[in-house]
């Protein structure tokens, strides 16, 4: 009798345990081929290429001339920037690493910077015929080496993401050339009468340091099967000036006919379509999105 109880007992238990794991098993959520595409796609690492235009602003720190005033003002040598009147272009890579909305990233890129300025002189003497002006157009190309690197959030989307960004980065001056137009008005004739009397170009990379800074910037992203396309706008603000002290009064031919660099930090917007690639593995069931 004693045995048949604890038979019954026994039987009775198992009995519950069996339905309560089927109860369980139905309460729990299978695990779908979506629900894994989605915690596959939660980290992704993305490499590709990115390419796009700019404009630089100067930010004049002091100036400078090759010429030593003796009976007019100082400030009169002083050089007129142009602002956001000459573009130029950059290229380079995009290393991505995706996570949860998050990314660190990374775009080395060649960052060409045009800086346009100009200055004049003039000399007058008793009468109108007396008079002499001399201009000078100058325009500087600079092309950085730039080594950034940045955070970048995903705001909201799936597959059209806009994202803000910030970061810093370092830029190695790779190249730099230099062309100045010196024209000249001669009053002597009764008119005034313009030429042209130097066009100088040379390569002045020796007169650029290295740069370093802060960027941000906003854009937005969007997949079409395995490629994600960004477009981004962004904003760089360098804190030191990019002139090399030491060699603004090398004599050069530059030097000469009195143009020597001031000392200015850079400012700069720029615009920038990439394209990248997932690296980690995906298939027809893993996609991009």
């Known amino acids: 009798m004693l045995r048949l109880k604890l038979y019954s007992i026994l039987m009775s238990l198992m009995l519950f345990l069996s339905v309560y794991d089927v109860m369980a098993q139905k309460r729990k959520k299978p695990s779908t081929p979506a629900s894994q595409a989605k915690e596959f796609l939660n980290t992704q690492w993305w490499l590709g290429i990115r390419g796009g235009t700019n404009f630089t602003q100067t930010s004049l720190i002091e100036s400078f001339s090759g010429l030593n005033p003796i009976n007019y003002n100082p400030e009169n040598l002083d050089k007129e920037y142009e602002e956001f009147v000459n573009p130029a272009f950059h290229i380079g890579l995009d290393v991505t690493f995706f996570h949860k909305g998050f990314s660190v990233m990374t775009f080395p890129t060649f960052f060409r910077n045009n800086i346009n300025y100009s200055s004049q002189l003039s000399w007058s ?44 980065f370092y830029s190695i001056a790779f190249d730099a050339n230099k062309e100045v137009q010196v024209f000249e008005t001669d009053y002597a004739s009764g008119q005034p009468v313009e030429f042209e009397r130097a066009n100088i170009k040379l390569n002045n990379k020796d007169e650029i340091l290295n740069n370093w800074g802060l960027l941000g910037g906003l854009g937005v992203s969007f997949d079409f099967w395995n490629i994600r396309s960004i477009i981004d706008v962004q904003y760089r603000h360098s804190f030191q000036s990019i002139v090399n002290s030491q060699t603004r009064f090398d004599e050069n031919t530059f030097s000469s006919f009195g143009e020597v660099q001031d000392d200015y930090s850079l400012q700069n917007y720029s615009a920038s379509l990439s394209f990248v690639f997932p690296l980690r593995y995906i298939d027809s069931q893993f996609k991009a999105l």
């Open 125 to 168: 003497g008793e009468t109108e015929r007396d008079q002499y002006e001399t201009s000078y157009d100058v325009q500087q190309s600079i092309t950085f080496l730039e080594l950034p690197v940045a955070v970048k959030y995903d705001i909201i989307g799936n597959r059209i993401r806009p994202f803000v960004m910030a970061g810093a």
